[in-house]
């Protein structure tokens, strides 16, 4: 949405699980749009992650295809397109004042998966980015700094990220349910009803499509069972199967201010969360460099995991002031 040719910031939102770009930001995008973002300097793009709704799906079967690797490559795909497309624009109309990728700046806004997505590529490609923008997420390493007397919570609360691991498409049948109406896949982190019928059609219409359930679930495989095989692979001597394990490697191997976000950050964070101790706010506020502490925050809302739907005015304020701020 917006002026590609004139647009001086892209608003790249990155959706979460089980959400689709669509259901998860309505609130964010109809805020930017009635209040003419995408007529004044703005260029908003949410694309449905890959294996979600009507994305390619690569392979199912081999679950390093979703490893956060993946993923991260992904985005830096779509941003430097998104820069090539405007460069090819400006130079075939022959526009006087030519602009460069430099003049386009991105802030980068995820949210669940979507956030993990964001914090990683913000560790590794901070030259990309203005700001960025987490919610509900923690920082990747965060959860290694967790207090022990809240780390039986925090796994109480991971109930389903062990469930995902089971074969034999175990939790797929579950999730999809016996009437297959997914009715668990929607409300697994919802204390109370927060989308309209519309937008749980929408998602009962995304999780029809082929392969589309066990594709997301594969995020998490990729997270846990598998990188505990390469764990063991690694020790046997035998070769990698990830196309880019720098950017986990990186972040688990180095510390100090090398692994520290080093662009603008704003957090923010439901108290009620069902599924992320609020511990872990805090803790991922530390990993924000120093030098942009002071143009960073930490919100905290009386809300569940998805707080741009429950609190969407506050946060779509907060947005609009942290993405206008210098």
Not at 125 to 143: R, T
Request: net charge neutral; with cysteine.
């Amino acid at each position: 949405m917006g002026n590609l040719q004139k647009s001086k910031y892209l608003l790249l939102f990155l959706h979460g699980f089980p959400q689709t770009a669509s259901t998860c930001f309505y609130h964010q995008f109809k805020f930017l749009q009635n209040n003419n973002y995408t007529e004044n300097d703005y260029y908003i793009l949410a694309p449905d992650l890959r294996g979600y709704n009507q994305s390619d799906k690569p392979d199912i079967n081999n679950v390093y295809n979703y490893d956060i690797g993946e993923l991260v490559m992904d985005v830096k795909g779509l941003i430097n397109y998104f820069h090539k497309k405007k460069m090819e624009i400006n130079n075939n109309n022959n526009n006087n004042e030519k602009t460069t990728t430099q003049e386009t700046k991105v802030i980068l806004i995820g949210h669940d998966w979507g956030g993990i997505i964001a914090w990683f590529y913000a560790i590794h490609f901070p030259q990309d980015l203005e700001k960025l923008i987490i919610l509900d997420v923690p920082y990747p390493n965060a959860i290694q700094n967790i207090s022990k007397d809240r780390i039986l919570s925090q796994m109480k609360r991971s109930w389903y990220v062990f469930l995902l691991q089971l074969g034999w498409n175990i939790p797929e049948r579950y999730f999809i349910g016996s009437d297959n109406n997914y009715n668990r896949l929607i409300n697994m982190f919802i204390e109370k009803p927060i989308m309209n019928k519309y937008d749980t059609d929408l998602l009962r219409i995304a999780f029809k499509e082929k392969d589309s359930i066990t594709a997301m679930f594969n995020y998490y495989r990729a997270m846990v069972r598998e990188s505990l095989v390469h764990v063991i692979r690694k020790k046997l001597g035998q070769p990698e199967l990830r196309r880019f394990p720098e950017i986990v490697d990186f972040v688990q191997q180095r510390g100090g201010e090398e692994i520290k976000v080093k662009v603008p950050t704003l957090i923010f964070w439901g108290t009620r969360d069902v599924c992320i101790e609020e511990e872990l706010a805090d803790i991922s506020f530390g990993f924000i460099h120093s030098n942009v502490k002071n143009k960073s925050k930490l919100l905290k809302y009386d809300a569940g995991h998805f707080v741009m739907i429950e609190k969407y005015e506050e946060v779509n304020k907060e947005i609009a002031d942290f993405i206008k701020m210098d």
